[in-house]
């Protein structure tokens, strides 16, 4: 997928056929994992976008880390000079933070970016909201992630997806503002993209204006993230149930 910016496209690429973890938000996962994508089917992807490209995510179908040999070389590719030479510090990971492949992460020359898939503030919560992360235990993903910007002199982006009656109670925004306050993280709060056959609901402004400002009382860097695409049924998320029951897609 090609999303416009005003400096420029970025690519949102996939790394998987599927996905394991099951996230009760997202269609992805909702017919389990096929098979890992190769590098060159990774790579494939962005020369298919053209030359536009100049930012890439991998925040498409499936876990990264999770295939993370091939997406590794992927990236390598794609900023070798004999490549396409794009810049690794327009290349962005985005996980729900898998500890062994963080710690990995963390020693390896990469100038990428990272992004952390976290919407929630609990153990119980969480496991609720990514049944394959289950084993994934909260604490541990958050130092794994602080770890590597630590070591790398960076910046982790933690994405928080608001669920009303799931992780935005008051207790949940304290929870944040103590996890990261201090850190070298912001957050990115964002709204839920419906999805046929999840009974989840979309947050109110009001909740949503009330993290944002708790998480600014608390100096931690915070980013209310719009969401692209779902008028026409191809937000985040939705492409892939959508192919998946061969519905034809809806017009804007």
């Known amino acids: 997928m090609l999303i416009r910016r005003h400096d420029g496209y970025t690519a949102c690429v996939s790394s998987q056929v599927g996905c394991a ?4 938000f997202c269609a992805s996962g909702q017919a389990g994992l096929k098979r890992n994508l190769t590098p060159g089917e990774i790579v494939e992807q962005i020369v298919r976008l ?45 996980t729900i933070g898998i500890p062994k492949a963080l710690k990995a992460l963390r020693e390896e020359h990469l100038k990428i970016n990272l992004t952390i ?3 929630a503030t609990t153990q119980e919560t969480r496991a609720a909201l990514i049944p394959g992360a289950r084993k994934h235990e909260i604490g541990e993903v958050v130092a794994r992630a602080l770890a590597w910007a630590d070591r790398h002199n960076r910046t ?4 928080y997806l608001l669920l009303p009656g799931i992780n935005d109670t008051r207790a949940d925004l304290d929870r944040l503002c103590a ?13 839920w993209n419906p999805v046929d056959g999840v009974a989840l609901a979309r947050t109110d402004d009001t909740t949503l204006a009330t993290f944002r400002h708790g998480l600014e009382r608390a100096g931690i860097p915070v980013v209310v993230r719009d969401t ?8 985040c998320g939705q492409l892939w149930l959508r192919d998946l029951n061969g519905s034809p897609l809806a017009t804007a």
Do not use: W
């Open 21 to 24: 973890f099951a996230c009760r």
């Open 50 to 94: 053209g030359p536009r490209v100049n930012r890439i995510v991998f925040m498409g179908i499936g876990e990264p880390l999770n295939n993370y040999d091939n997406v590794l070389k992927a990236i390598r590719i794609l900023r070798d000079r004999a490549g396409l030479a794009l810049p690794a510090s327009g290349m962005t990971i985005s």
């Open 117 to 119: 898939s976290l919407h």
């Open 156 to 159: 982790v982006t933690f994405v």
């Open 179 to 191: 996890l990261f306050a201090g850190q070298p993280a912001r957050i990115n709060l964002m709204r």
């Open 228 to 235: 692209q695409g779902r008028d026409i049924t191809a937000a």
